[in-house]
């Protein structure tokens, strides 16, 4: 696989990629509010850096130059990325879902609201995210600032 294909799927957050003596660090801008499950990234393997925008904090994942750690390491990157996405994604239906709710409990008399149930039918797919851990029950590294 090409380099560019490795990195295209999150080019957009990628800071810089630097060589530092038998590693590779790659520098990466994240929102603030994400975060990075420990089930995908052990506490070695990041260290936090000073990003100019408040909304964004900097990563640097350090991997040893070699050809499985590198691929590893992006995709790594990427399952965070993945992870953070659909978690925002489920926030917003949130609260779109709440806000029809509150306009149909405006709407309807009780007889009908007592009516009211979800149904959700159940998938035989096994789940997008590659994650041991489900999202809101998993534990986030600290960055150490330097």
């Not at 991997?63 to 390491?73: A, F, R, V």
């Given at each position: 696989m090409s380099f560019y294909k490795e990195l295209e799927p999150f080019v957009e957050y990628v800071h810089s990629i630097r060589k530092l003596e038998t590693y590779l660090s790659f520098d990466i801008k994240f929102p603030t509010k994400w975060s990075i499950p420990k089930s995908i990234v052990e506490e070695g393997q990041v260290v936090g850096f000073e990003a100019e925008d408040q909304n964004l904090k900097g990563i640097s994942f350090?991997?040893?130059?070699?050809?499985?750690?590198?691929?590893?390491?992006?995709?790594?990157i990427a399952k965070i990325i993945k992870l953070n996405k659909e978690r925002e994604l489920k926030e917003r239906l949130f609260k779109q879902t709440i806000e029809q709710l509150k306009q149909t409990f405006e709407k309807n008399d009780l007889d009908k609201l007592q009516n009211l149930y979800f149904d959700f039918e159940e998938e035989i797919e096994e789940p997008n995210l590659d994650i041991d851990e489900p999202a809101e029950e998993s534990e986030s590294i600290e960055l150490a600032e330097e």
């Open positions: 350090v991997t040893p130059i070699d050809e499985k750690q590198i691929s590893g390491t992006l995709t790594k």
